[in-house]
């Protein structure tokens, strides 16, 4: 199976303190791949490294066989996109929020609607102001927001934390039907280890910044994480 990224002694420190220690791993291309483990442990750190909003200290980290410090970083994060856990709004309605991708990469001009709809949120939100929404509710602006560029790779930091319960079910369905019906491969952390069973292919367990292994959902032992 190929891998989408590589990871070679990668490390990182950030304000004196090491987050990530020579971290090698392999992510699988076409699967969804959760990040567990305890707070610290480097996971929202690594997302961001993925599409080099931040840059490693040492190692090198590989997409698709290519360097990640060779890509163009708007490039970079055209194919991969990152939904942080705190989901930052442009100035605006939710409607211009799902332009302003559309417009940004000068993708066809789709109908928000169905961005929207497809993250489960009534069509009466595109008119909202953006910036009065619920952390839940931007979440998944954040993520339709994201559907017009049609991921190669989808990162995604805690995506259903804050998110209605009713509305968790929508967003892991979502998920999966990306990643069946259109080959999005999606690395996400969460602290749900039964959400990582529920929904993920594979489950790498991070501690102290070291990747502690990497198993298929079948395999993965309740004791390896936490």
């Known amino acids: 199976m190929s891998s989408v990224y590589s990871l070679q002694n990668v490390s990182k420190c ?8 020579s971290l090698t791993m392999d992510i699988p291309e076409g699967k969804i791949t959760s990040l567990v483990g305890p ?28 360097d990640v410090s060779e890509i163009d970083p708007l490039a970079l994060r ?10 930052y709004m442009f100035p605006g309605t939710v409607r211009e929020n799902i332009l302003y991708t559309i417009r940004l ?8 609607e ?8 009534p069509i009466s939100f595109l008119d909202r102001d953006a910036g009065k929404l619920s952390g839940g509710e931007r ?4 993520i339709a927001r994201s559907l017009p560029l049609r991921p190669r790779v989808l990162l995604m930091d805690e995506p259903t934390v804050g998110v209605d319960p009713r509305n968790v079910s929508i967003l892991e369905k979502l998920v ?10 999606v690395i996400w952390v969460t602290h749900d280890v039964e959400q990582a069973l529920r929904v993920s292919h594979n489950i790498a367990n991070l501690k102290g910044g070291r990747l502690m292994g990497m198993t298929q959902r079948d395999d993965f032992q309740w004791g ?3």
């Open 78 to 87: 055209r194919e991969a996109v990152l939904i942080p856990q705190d989901s």
């Open 39 to 66: 707070s610290g442990s480097g996971k929202s750190t690594l997302l961001r490294m993925l599409n080099r909003l931040t840059d490693a200290d040492e190692g090198k980290i590989l997409y698709r066989g290519r």
């Open 224 to 226: 390896e994480a936490f």
């Open 139 to 142: 979440k998944r602006v954040a």
């Open 114 to 121: 169905r961005y929207l709809e497809a993250v489960g949120m």
């Open 176 to 185: 999966q039907g990306m990643n069946e019906d259109g080959g999005t491969t």
């Open 14 to 21: 950030l304000g004196g303190k090491t987050i990530l220690r």
């Open 105 to 112: 990469f000068s993708l066809p001009d789709e109908s928000p």
